[in-house]
């Protein structure tokens, strides 16, 4: 359909002082708006929106400029509600172009007769929340007023152009224009000098099809984006046959993926590839022309490591200065300073190569700030520069700033959002905020949004909220609103999201970098789509959890809480464990759940590279037993530490903790030697204990043999091997030695009673359970032996051990035992340090590369086992080794 009918179709501005009644007042009419008055006039509520623009499109109706298309894939960045629609419409290319997709939600909205409900050219200034009639007041530019039950502000996330920041600006007399709010009918730049500012996505959009028309282009660039080549063209053949062959499995594939598009969760790490076989994965994802791609499915650790990032980032690094002729201005173009896809990463089409053109100046703004705008042009510290037009590029107060410029928004008691927003936004799941009922947002700061197909995260926000809406009214309440706790709960899940990518570490839109004065936090959600949706279809499930319901003659509902506290990524494991129904190991026999163990094992990211992996064999208290040695990259000699692996002294051996040991290895810059003691049933207590003993002391004798340092050892151990660990620092006292200089308990077993809180309220959901403790009791030690220390070591005499580090985590049934034991110690004189592990279970810290949110905790274990050795308690991480043949 041709742009101009579109535009014919549009009602005018109501321009009327009356006020409308409705339902549900929407504000925008973008993807979202429209997406909303199709369900909530479905769902039966009578709604307005009200737009600014005068047409729908929202995004697409501002951001005419030159080379405006979409980056994620049209055939994914499409409405899915509609199964007709996909059918009735078809796109012609790859990414579309603005003009297209302006059309599709003109005709998506000629589809289902949106139009009437929408009054465009009406802008909302302000929304005053009246506890009395339980209603919100919308006032606009255009004097209109609605009073509605229901506030959504489907305002977009980047729908607020940053005005610039540079002195000048009004005196400039040539052309002036924002990408942002490109005139309509179009600019002729034939012939002119034109500048541009800002090297974002829409400036690198822009800036190869403003090189063709200018006659010079100047374009000044603060900070250079990683920009890869988008190959446009078809849609490709392949994908479209996978959405045409099965639509339903495509798009619901998209709904739970992390970036709201078909990919699978890549699991190879980086290290797992040699030099070749990344160099082709990256080759493949530079010709694939498609940024999800590139982002997701290179390998597992480019978003969450710096050193699985700095692979990818230097290979675009290499590609731009193959593009770029002039190497100063090739070096000028490379980003250094932040990890690719920490900032949105561009998709361009000739946009390096558009430097090696003679009619296009790159001005390195790092190098030669702007002074001013002068009436002719621009001035920076080095040169000035005549130009007839300047092109803001400049993007925009994101996320928030739509929202913030609607001022004043007036919750209960008069509280205004822009003080409540004064440090940043806070909000529960994005959608709602506390203090302010019956309002929601789409895509709102604390969601997806911006780091997602935004088609996929605004269908998911309105469905969910006009369910809601028909739910709250089903039931009989009239308000809703985020408890202040729920809010809180949501702010430190967002903060725990944050430290699993890299998107902390880059200042950015998605932190309000970008804008003077603005409060600075990673804005959208971190977790991924579909972790998102089930998080918000949790809520539902746990009886609006963090929400407060009322209504008529007192009704009320407030089921209090927070919805996550578990850490992103161990609520992912937790998720996937629980999603492959595994039998209870103490239902497969000690030998079967040994065997099932090291086939599941098979199934993780492989530790990292060491200076060194080798395999021996030591004295235990009965005979040999096998170790495993992880020897440092460094020279040595190194301080030893003998570990003790986990398995509730029935499961696991030398190697099942493999790439714990690799990372402490790593991170200690120490010898770690994995001690294969003996297991029950087989060998019944004491005989893993005596090992635990025998063996440190072996190793403590010849240490020098293993490369070691003399002196005292360590000794370190999780779970079962905490217990042997904490146990052998007891006999070692007794029995006069060997020294042991730390102990380091990771989750240990240390009594035998199961009736502290932490077995009572994680004994069933996390893994570790009840069950299987009882069974790891009864298979290793009679009762009649369960006080003895070598099995009980808090009913043990604890003064006089070495000073400890002792590890819990908040979901662990064993949780309580290890913080009794450290209170204990620290009660009888030990040094005693203790990490309460917030959020994490069991297996948190030894699941290295896929519980992320770990590392801390590995950091703060490592410092403290350097500490012990009387070491400066930092190192420096060795480079990662990048060849898959190390050890
Ligand atoms: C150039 C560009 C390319 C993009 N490409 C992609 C892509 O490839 N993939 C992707 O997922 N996302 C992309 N995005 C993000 C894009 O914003 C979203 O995909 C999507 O269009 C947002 O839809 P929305 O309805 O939420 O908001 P918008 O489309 O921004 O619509 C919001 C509407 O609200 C109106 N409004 C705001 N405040 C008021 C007010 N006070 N009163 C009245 N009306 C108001 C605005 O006029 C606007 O029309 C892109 C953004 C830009 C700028």
Redesign the pocket.
């Known amino acids: 359909m041709p742009e101009a009918m579109v535009a014919s179709r549009a009602s005018k501005g109501a321009g009327t002082a009356a006020t409308q009644t409705v339902d549900v007042a929407v504000?925008?009419?973008?993807?979202?708006?429209?997406y909303l008055l199709y369900r909530l006039r479905k769902a039966g509520f009578s709604t307005v929106i009200?737009?600014?623009?005068g047409d729908?499109?929202?995004?697409?109706?501002?951001?005419r400029?030159p080379g405006?298309?979409?980056?994620?894939q049209t055939i994914d960045?499409s409405y899915s509600f509609d199964p007709e629609l996909e059918s009735a419409w078809k796109w012609s290319e790859k990414?579309a172009t603005?003009p297209e997709i302006l059309r599709y939600l003109g005709f998506v909205a000629d589809r289902h007769d949106l139009r009437r409900d929408i009054r465009f050219g009406?802008?909302?200034?302000s929304a005053t929340w009246d506890e009395t009639a339980e209603r919100w007041q919308i006032a606009?530019n255009s004097g209109a007023k609605v009073s509605c039950g229901y506030y959504i502000?489907?305002?977009?996330?980047?729908?607020?152009p940053k005005p610039p920041e540079i002195d000048g600006v009004k005196d400039f007399k040539g052309d002036i224009y924002f990408?942002?709010r490109w005139p309509h009918e179009g600019v002729n730049l034939a012939g002119k000098r034109v500048a541009v500012i800002g090297t974002g996505?829409?400036g690198i959009?822009a800036i190869p099809l403003l090189a063709e028309q200018a006659a010079q282009l100047t374009v000044f660039q603060r900070t250079p984006n990683f920009a890869l080549p988008a190959h446009n063209g078809a849609p490709p053949a392949e994908r479209l046959a996978a959405l045409e062959g099965d639509r339903a499995a495509y798009r619901d594939q998209a709904r739970w993926s992390m970036v709201?598009v078909p990919w699978p969760q890549q699991t190879i790490v980086s290290w797992q590839l040699t030099d070749a076989e990344r160099r082709e994965r990256f080759e493949a994802g530079w010709a694939a022309g498609d940024l999800a791609y590139i982002l997701t499915q290179l390998w597992a650790d480019q978003g969450v490591d710096l050193d699985g990032n700095r692979i990818v980032a230097d290979l675009i690094r290499e590609k731009i200065r193959g593009i770029v002729k002039d190497p100063e201005t090739a070096a000028a173009l490379t980003p250094l300073d932040h990890p690719f896809g920490a900032k949105r990463p561009c998709l361009d089409t000739n946009y390096y190569a558009t430097y090696n053109r003679p009619n296009v100046t790159l001005v390195n703004l790092r190098a030669e700030p702007i002074k001013a705008i002068t009436a002719s042009g621009i001035t920076t510290g080095k040169r000035s520069f005549e130009v007839d037009v300047i092109v803001f590029a400049t993007g925009?107060d994101a996320m928030t700033g739509?929202?913030m410029?609607?001022h004043p928004v007036t919750g209960r008691d008069g509280k205004s959002l822009s003080d409540v927003w004064a440090n940043g936004p806070q909000s529960y799941l994005g959608v709602s905020v506390a203090g302010f009922p019956n309002f929601f947002m789409?895509?709102g700061p604390g969601s997806p949004s911006?780091l997602?197909?935004?088609?996929?995260?605004?269908e998911q926000h309105v469905d969910w909220v006009v369910e809601r809406l028909a739910a709250l009214r089903d039931a009989g309440f009239t308000t809703m609103e985020a408890t202040e706790a729920a809010q809180a709960g949501w702010a430190q899940h967002m903060a725990d999201c944050s430290t699993l990518t890299l998107h902390r570490l880059a200042n950015t839109w998605y932190t309000g970098a970008n804008v003077p004065g603005k409060a600075q936090g990673v804005m959208p959600y971190t977790g991924g789509v579909g972790p998102y949706r089930s998080i918000c279809n949790d809520v539902v499930a746990q009886g609006m959890l963090g929400f407060r319901l009322s209504g008529p003659n007192g009704a009320e509902q407030c089921n209090d809480g927070e919805i996550v506290r578990l850490q992103p990524d161990v609520r992912l494991v937790l998720g996937l464990l629980a999603q492959m129904n595994l039998p209870p190991f103490e239902t497969m026999g000690a030998q079967g759940a040994r065997d099932f163990l090291t086939e599941f094992n098979k199934g993780r990211p492989a530790g990292r590279p060491v200076g060194e992996v080798g395999d021996g064999v030591l004295m235990g208290s009965e005979g040999p037993l096998p170790y495993k040695l992880y020897r440092p990259a460094t020279p040595g000699p190194h301080p030893i530490v003998v570990y003790f692996h986990g398995g509730g002294w029935v499961l696991g051996d030398q190697q099942s903790d493999d790439p714990f040991c690799r990372d402490m290895c790593r991170r200690t810059d120490m010898i770690f030697v994995s001690v294969g003691y003996r297991h029950a049933p087989e060998h019944r207590f004491p005989a893993a204990a005596e090992d635990g003993y025998a063996a440190t002391r072996w190793i403590a004798e010849h240490a020098a043999e293993l490369g070691g340092k003399a002196g005292p050892v360590l000794v370190a151990g999780w779970s079962a091997g905490g217990n042997i660990a904490a146990v052998t620092c007891q006999l070692a006292r007794d029995r006069g030695g060997p020294e042991i200089g730390g102990q380091l308990l990771l989750c240990p077993v240390t009594d035998c009673t199961f009736d502290r809180p932490s077995y009572v309220d994680n004994g069933a959901n996390y893994f570790v359970t009840r069950g299987l403790m009882f069974w790891f009791w009864d298979l290793y030690c009679s009762p009649a032996d369960r006080t003895d220390p070598r099995v009980s070591p808090l009913r043990g005499k604890l003064a006089g051990l070495p000073p400890a580090f002792v590890t819990t985590c908040e979901f662990d049934p064993l949780r309580d035992e290890g913080i009794a034991y450290a209170e204990a110690m620290a009660a009888s004189g030990v040094a005693v340090e203790q990490l309460k592990a917030r959020g994490h279970f069991h297996s948190s810290f030894t699941m290295v590369d896929v519980v992320i949110t770990g590392v801390g905790g590995r950091i703060k274990m490592a410092e403290a086992l350097r500490r012990f050795a009387g070491l400066p308690p930092e190192v420096k991480l060795p480079p990662q080794k990048l060849d898959a043949a190390a050890s």
């Open positions: 504000v925008g009419a973008g993807f979202a708006g429209l009200l737009e600014e623009a729908v499109g929202g995004t697409w109706y501002w951001n400029y405006a298309r979409c980056d994620i960045y990414y603005q009406t802008k909302v200034t606009t502000m489907a305002t977009g996330c980047l729908s607020a990408t942002g996505s829409s959009q709201g925009f739509a929202i410029a609607v789409i895509t911006v997602s197909n935004m088609a996929v995260s605004i």
